[in-house]
């Protein structure tokens, strides 16, 4: 769901804030450098992770192109490959849901899953559908959609060659082609978003709704909370409301949503720790602001920092124990599923409770699933 902004101007702990100036000095009244934080985490691990994303973007449709024109096995299996390296490479982007991102619906392009099906085969038949504009296909396009075009629309891989192959599997191969330049086409006007808006970005150092960091902590606080912990395990493993074995993300694939779960945590610890996407070297980060604030003001939780991490390696070991393939897990033994949603959501309460108030940034969406 997309979170609401609150769009006021929220002012805690008054004494260790900065104003509400966008345009004041990097250093806030709290004495920490809002700015050099701002360009590690726009320059070392934001911008690099698109362009990351956006080269294997790249590298997928170029592997289409070959299968398209041979529709072999092994491009089929080459294929099948560049699809799941894009796919770890979206873990790293999709918690950068700020800006030109949020105002183009980037996210629910690209990753809405489980993927719908019946458009899916509806747009191929028509051969006529815009993936632009039209949210009635926000869930038929993205990650997902390519799933189900290179693993669910038949039930093996010689089947599926096959379908390619039929009559009318130029429409089948005309959609991939379209949710593939479709996911390139909007990645490339968020490079552009970076590329332009850069330096307003770093620049905006305040302690307001508005201001940069504290929309990219809120944003990076809700992705952990419904991005990682609600959509990978709570939905699929009934926290809100039935089991839906059906809705773990790469459904069609089958033994990759560990994967896929893993990596997207190792993004969040990189971005939480402020770990370069390049080299991994650390740099000013939410977990250094949080020592600073914590180290200056002499505050009883000295070792938040580090119980967040804490919390984030728990949750490692915890999807570690879990079946590569969560049907499998949730079918087979879903109360270590939900031990695994328990153990992600002692972070959730770290960061959105324990770091925000260190921090001194007011939560700027509603919490809607009740949790």
Do not use: H
């Not at 911008?47 to 170029?62: G, R």
């Not at 809700?222 to 089991?243: D, W």
């Amino acid at each position: 769901m997309k979170k609401i902004y609150l769009y006021l101007i929220l002012i805690i702990g008054l004494s260790s804030c900065g104003g509400g100036d966008s345009n004041q000095p990097s250093i806030t009244n709290d004495g920490y450098d809002r700015g050099a934080l701002l360009v590690n985490l726009t320059d070392n691990i934001i911008i690099p992770s698109f362009n990351q994303f956006s080269n294997e973007l790249s590298d997928l449709n170029q592997s289409f192109q070959t299968f398209s024109s041979d529709l072999s096995q092994n491009n089929l299996l080459d294929l099948r490959k560049k699809w799941l390296d894009a796919y770890l490479a979206w873990q790293y982007v999709e918690m950068f849901n700020i800006g030109k991102a949020e105002e183009m619906y980037y996210f629910q392009k690209t990753n809405i899953y489980p993927t719908n099906t019946a458009r899916i085969e509806l747009n191929v038949e028509s051969g006529t559908y815009d993936l632009e504009n039209n949210s009635n296909n926000f869930s038929a396009q993205g990650l997902p959609a390519i799933d189900y075009m290179l693993y669910g629309i038949e039930s093996d891989s010689n089947l599926v060659i096959t379908k390619y192959q039929s009559v009318d599997g130029y429409k089948y191969t005309n959609y991939l082609s379209s949710l593939i330049n479709q996911m390139i086409s909007n990645t490339n006007q968020i490079i552009n978003f970076w590329q332009t808006e850069r330096d307003d970005f770093v620049s905006s150092t305040g302690n307001t709704a508005t201001s940069s960091l504290n929309k990219l902590t809120n944003d990076f606080i809700y992705y952990y909370e419904k991005g990682f912990r609600a959509n990978k395990i709570g939905i699929p493993g009934g926290v809100f409301s039935s089991v839906y074995p059906d809705k773990v993300e790469a459904y069609y694939r089958k033994n990759v949503s560990k994967k896929l779960a893993l990596e997207a945590l190792k993004a969040i610890k990189a971005f939480y720790n402020g770990e370069s996407f390049v080299d991994g070297t650390s740099g000013e980060s939410l977990k250094t602001y949080i020592d600073f604030i914590v180290s200056k003001n002499n505050l009883s939780n000295i070792y938040l920092s580090q119980q967040i991490n804490e919390k984030f390696n728990n949750s490692e070991q915890m999807l570690l124990q879990l079946n590569d393939n969560f049907v499998e897990q949730i079918n087979g033994n879903l109360l270590q599923f939900l031990y695994t949603y328990d153990a992600i959501q002692e972070g959730v309460v770290k960061l959105k409770t324990d770091m925000l108030s260190v921090l001194s940034i007011a939560v700027d969406y509603v919490d809607a699933d009740g949790d």
